[in-house]
């Protein structure tokens, strides 16, 4: 079955609610008429009944009405709709001004009755111990107006409900136009067509924060968009120069016979690339992880001074073969993942060993909480760069030599998500001959 849509449930609630409001008022409305009605009839019976029981209170037995008969018909002919009975203390009849009257009720009392498709209304009271009188109201118009009043009421609430039916659904389409150019929009957003934005200050107020959420959703699809496919051009291009070295390497080693060891040679040479290449596609899935959140690190505790410790004495020769000071300050504890966060750290002064200058220094401070900041003196950089140093294959120097994974571009963006991994955060300022990558955790650990 087809699923109702959203203007055509709202129309029918409105519709069921304006029938039901309609029909309370129409039936509220019908029973205050009839007991309007009731209380008239009640007081025009008892008004005849006081009369009538001043003259026949006397009466002991049927004889007894003859010299009053007149009387009561004299009496009853001033009120056509008007008619009684009198009966005896036994039930016996005793006189009754009209034919076909209904049945005496057996309890004193207003009662409502029906005889001959005619409606009574009748108060029956006892006259003394002999006898008991019995008043009849005729009240057929009054039925046939409540009658009327209940096929009014019927079509009222009928003729509302359609006409809310219709009006609901207007004013639905209405207002939910907003949510239609909000559907438009989104049928529209294609991988060429992220910049489009719902215009949020013409929504209502009720969509006006959804709008707001549905932007930010796009805004966030065209940025990963956008980095996807920068990421994918920079790929492309790094993976192009290997490629062609090893094919342009390898038809040269095959235009002539070689000797055995010039193949070695030439396999060798293939080999560095290849191992390069690999190195770049295992860090490109390592940051594919981090990108999906599926990075799981570990959780024991450590002296951050001595991982400190241990990666500078790794770097020691080649620190002491450019010239370059390597000091640490501080200690630290945290808890983290060992090997993640030596990678990190490697990452960090494998860089700044690339960039300090002969005679620099590298120092690495440690702070309370796991604060981490690893400095160097060198080159300044600029304040436009430093915000895309953490980005995939950035380079400051674009036109350095490539050739080792190092080099890649992607070192920096590894020790991020490994820092983000652990709830940390990391960002890079150079100032007074000084560049510092600082890492800070949103905890302390």
């Not at 009053?68 to 004299?74: D, K, M, N, S, V």
């Not at 067509?193 to 200050?201: C, F, G, Q, W, Y």
């Not at 992607?410 to 955060?425: E, F, K, M, V």
Request: proline share 4%; aromatic share 6%; glycine share 6%.
């Amino acid at each position: 079955m087809r699923r109702l849509s959203l203007g055509s449930r709202l129309a029918l609630l409105f519709a069921a609610c304006t029938a039901a409001v309609s029909l309370g008022a129409g039936l509220l409305f019908n029973r205050a008429s009839e007991q309007h009605f009731v209380e008239l009839d009640q007081q025009l019976l008892e008004s005849r009944l006081s009369l009538l029981r001043t003259r026949l209170s006397g009466l002991q037995r049927p004889a007894d009405l003859h010299p009053q008969l007149a009387a009561l018909r004299h009496e009853l002919s001033h009120q056509a709709d008007l008619a009684l009975r009198i009966n005896g203390s036994d039930g016996s009849p005793w006189y009754a001004s009209r034919r076909a009257l209904p049945d005496a009720p057996a309890n004193p009392g207003l009662a409502t009755l029906h005889a001959d498709g005619i409606d009574y209304r009748s108060l029956a009271v006892p006259l003394n111990d002999s006898a008991r009188l019995t008043l009849f109201l005729d009240i057929t118009h009054h039925q046939h107006f409540l009658q009327g009043m209940q096929r009014l009421i019927w079509f009222t609430v009928g003729l509302s409900a359609l006409a809310t039916a219709l009006l609901g659904a207007w004013a639905a389409r209405r207002g939910l136009k907003p949510l239609r150019q909000m559907g438009q929009v989104a049928a529209s957003v294609s991988a060429r067509s992220l910049t489009t934005r719902l215009p949020v200050a013409q929504l209502p107020e009720e969509l006006a924060e959804l709008g707001t959420t549905v932007n930010a959703m796009l805004q966030r699809l065209d940025d990963a968009f956008q980095r996807l496919s920068a990421f994918s051009a920079d790929i492309a291009h790094e993976l192009r120069t290997p490629l062609s070295n090893l094919l342009t390497h390898t038809q040269v080693t095959l235009t002539r016979p070689r000797s055995l060891e010039q193949y070695r040679e030439a396999l060798h040479g293939n080999l560095e690339e290849l191992q390069w290449m690999a190195q770049m596609i295992n860090d490109m899935l390592f940051l594919a992880k981090a990108d999906h959140g599926l990075l799981a690190p570990g959780q024991a505790m450590l002296m951050l001074h001595d991982e400190v410790d241990a990666l500078l004495e790794y770097y020691t020769p080649l620190a002491e073969d450019n010239a370059v000071q390597l000091l640490r300050e501080g200690e630290a504890t945290l808890k983290g993942d060992r090997h993640m966060l030596r990678r990190a750290l490697s990452n960090l002064l494998d860089n700044a060993l690339r960039f300090t200058p002969a005679g620099g220094q590298i120092c690495v401070t440690l702070g309370p909480g796991g604060q981490v900041c690893v400095a160097n003196t060198g080159k300044a950089i600029e304040a436009a760069s430093l915000p895309r140093l953490f980005d995939r294959f950035y380079r400051v120097d674009p036109a350095r030599r490539e050739g080792s994974s190092e080099h890649a571009g992607l070192g920096l963006a590894i020790t991020r998500s490994i820092i983000q991994a652990h709830g940390g955060s990391i960002r890079a300022q150079c100032e007074n001959g000084w560049t510092r990558f600082l890492i800070e955790f949103s905890e302390p650990l």
